[in-house]
């Protein structure tokens, strides 16, 4: 059977059109990055991210404090030690300094030092203004997660429960350390507000 001219003719085009394809798909491929190529560009992207972060937290003093971050120096302990509910005039010195410990032990686990970071921010912006409802928002939250925790430990029940055993002798411990770390949280923020506003009169001069 022959083959007429516009058989041909349509054989051609066919076979010229699949080879454009061809390159343009080639093309194409060469200029879209693969799976793995989007996937390692998201990772630095993910990394660059992450780096701007911790250096603008840690340039502001909010990143999440290590463990032996969270300090109560001489000033602060001599502070806290009346601001606690815990009588420790009533306490031996060994209750006392064993108290202490575990109390900056338990306050640097967790984001205790984020939110005195995040208070200080606010005090040293507004170093005259002791009325600030942010300020005040800030330290209830921190307050109120403080006693939140302390409930929920059932502590102030099992000590006046159980005087005279093993169990309420715990509990007492642990309402002691649960006492003070409200006093090291309120003399630390006492601290910060004479700080900030030390820092504020020198430069007013």
């Known amino acids: 059977m022959a083959i007429t001219h516009s058989s041909r003719l349509k054989v051609v085009l066919t076979i010229l059109f699949a080879f454009v394809s061809v390159l343009a798909a080639q093309a194409q491929s060469s200029d879209e990055p693969s799976l ?3 996937a390692r560009t998201k ?17 502001r003093g909010l990143a999440h404090p290590s463990a032996d971050a969270f300090d109560c120096n001489a000033e ?12 420790f005039g009533n306490a031996t010195e060994k209750q006392w300094e064993d108290t202490f410990t575990v109390a900056i032990a338990e306050l640097a686990q967790g984001d205790w030092g984020h939110r005195l970071s995040e208070i200080r ?6 170093a005259g203004d002791v ?18 925790e302390g409930r929920e430990k ?8 159980r005087p005279n055993d093993a169990a309420g002798a715990e509990a007492l411990r642990q309402l002691r350390v649960q006492d003070l770390k409200t006093g ?6 006492e ?3 004479s700080s900030c506003a030390s820092a504020a009169k020198v430069q007013a001069k």
């Not at 990772?43 to 340039?59: G, L, P, S, T, W």
């Open 131 to 148: 009325d600030s409802k942010p300020l005040k928002a800030l330290e209830e939250e921190m307050f109120s997660k403080l006693r939140l």
């Open 184 to 189: 090291i949280l309120e003399a630390k923020v």
């Open 36 to 38: 793995g190529d989007v």
């Open 43 to 59: 990772r630095q992207k993910k990394a660059a991210a992450n780096v701007i972060d911790n250096e603008e937290m840690a340039r």
């Open 191 to 193: 601290l910060m507000r």
């Open 154 to 161: 059932h502590i102030d029940d099992t000590a006046a429960a």
């Open 76 to 87: 602060c302990r001599a502070k806290a030690k009346p601001l606690a509910y815990w009588n």
């Open 121 to 126: 921010e606010e005090v040293c912006r507004n």
